[in-house]
């Protein structure tokens, strides 16, 4: 209830939830909180529902998660019934199921569309969010759930003389809805992370030359993409609940694959060489990591997988030299997100395709025509390409003026990289919550396993306030502060520090090194959150507002 002394504005919309964000976490936030009787209502930027699958449409989009687990869990008839027909989703196929799933849950009357927040006050005195929109609305609410994405705001570096560029460019994860044609193009691919991989030997069969300005080589596996059959359709969904269950007792909340049991040097050279063979064969990422129990924790461990890699790389690409530059070696494999491919690295054996390595010889600026490196050479290009990645986990809510009437300030609070406790909530920003932040396996996991499992903790959160006759809920600074710690130490016990990726800013000049997802698993992370519910909510304050007295 806002208190005496504020006299809400009646222009302004009175919700119980302002959700920013209408993907697939801001569209199971509407369906969850509405069950709960509460006013939801999403606001997405863009023009269309499905964040990531709205945006990134660039060629090859596809998930590297298997369709079966890749969906949402929440209504057994609905994945009964949604046939997927490949067994990893493309990105219209993916948007096509969202779109299908906001009709049959009638989510779309609590979204607005091309509504971007720009801000969000958390007004101490009302105990409420007053959220501001970028066409001036104003929206007064007593929770503000942050479903804005982990890689939703999409990085072009800062090339100088970008603006000069006489072609057309084009950044991933800004794809033109209309599709581009590369046919008889020169063009120019910067990246070579998950999106570029996938895009590229997709662009180099229509480009007439395609070059690719690698900067770090990143290992990938093949996909073995293929149509989803009766054998492996039929058995996931007559057992679909089970599955669930059991994926949610994985670190990565990805079943079906069974758990490691040995360390990798404990087992022979050439039995170890059949493992990683069997499992290159299969496809998919989970299934080589899983191969022994230490791959992500033990270096030496780690580099007979990677080395096999490297070994597969060679004997895909005739040209020794680009072999090499492809074979990753300044990072463990797994540390960086583990990429899966379609014909990646055979598409260095066409006549039509260079790599050009731009560690050694960086990309100095951009011309009318193309691009200069540092050494002078100039790379002439019709067209140019940005896989370049994203201000991960922090960028979309660093985008928004989100502070207090008290004087915090988001953005000052997580000047030296974000704090959270659990991922999920920010002491000092009361009843906000954030949707697989940063401090929360997330990203490390299958995503919407992780969303429905953070919403539902949050509509259990919030039921429980009510049920309380409370109306307010922020972590204290020490239990954030633990979490980070904690973070931090189970990151620092694995190889992940060693690797320059976007879970540590390392993309993102001056971004505050600090690592930024909890890789201690999914099962262990989910069973701390239910323990905290479960046992009141310790490490945070849950209070009822008083209304101020009147001056
Ligand atoms: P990314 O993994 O961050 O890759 C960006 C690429 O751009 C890297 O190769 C990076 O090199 C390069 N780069 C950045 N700045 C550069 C510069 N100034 N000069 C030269 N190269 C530069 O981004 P992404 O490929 O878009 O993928 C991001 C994440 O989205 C993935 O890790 C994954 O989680 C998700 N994703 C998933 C899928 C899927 O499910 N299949 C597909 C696409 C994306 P450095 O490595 O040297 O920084």
Redesign the pocket.
Known sequence: MPDASHTPDPACRQLDVAIVGGGLAGLYAIHRLRKLGLTVRAYEAGSGIGGTWFW?RYPG?????ESLEYSYSFDEQLQQDWKWPER?GTQPEILKYINHVADRFDLRRDVQLNTRIKSAVFDTRANEWAVTTNTGEEIRARYCVMAAGN?STP?V?D?KGIHDFKGKWYH??LWPHEGVDFSGKRVGV?????????MIPIIAQQARHLTV????A?FSLPARNGPMTPEREGPHKAEYPARRAAAQETPFAIGGYPRPTRKTLEVPADERARTYEAKWQEGGSISYLYSYTDLLVDKDANDTASEFVRNKIRGMVKDRKTAELLAPKDHPIGT??L??DTNYYETYNRPNVSLVD??SD??QEITATGLRLKSGAEYEVDALV?????D?MTGALNEIDIRTTDGAVLRRHWEGGPLTYLGLMVSGFPNMFVVTGPGSPG?KTQMIASIEQHVDWIAGTIDHLATHQLDRIEPTSTAENEWVNHVNAVADSTLYPLA???YVG??IPGKPRVFMPYVGGFDRYKKRCDEVAAGGYPGFTLSRHEPAPAR
Do not use: E
């Open positions: 990134n989009a596809r998930c590297d998660v990893y890689l990085r570096p090339f991933t994860g910067i990246g070579t992370g998950s999106s570029g991989v996938q300005f690698q900067r770090t990143n960086k997100r990429c899966l731009v560690r960086p990309i940005f896989a370049t990645g994203f991960a990203v320059n990726s976007w390392a993309n």
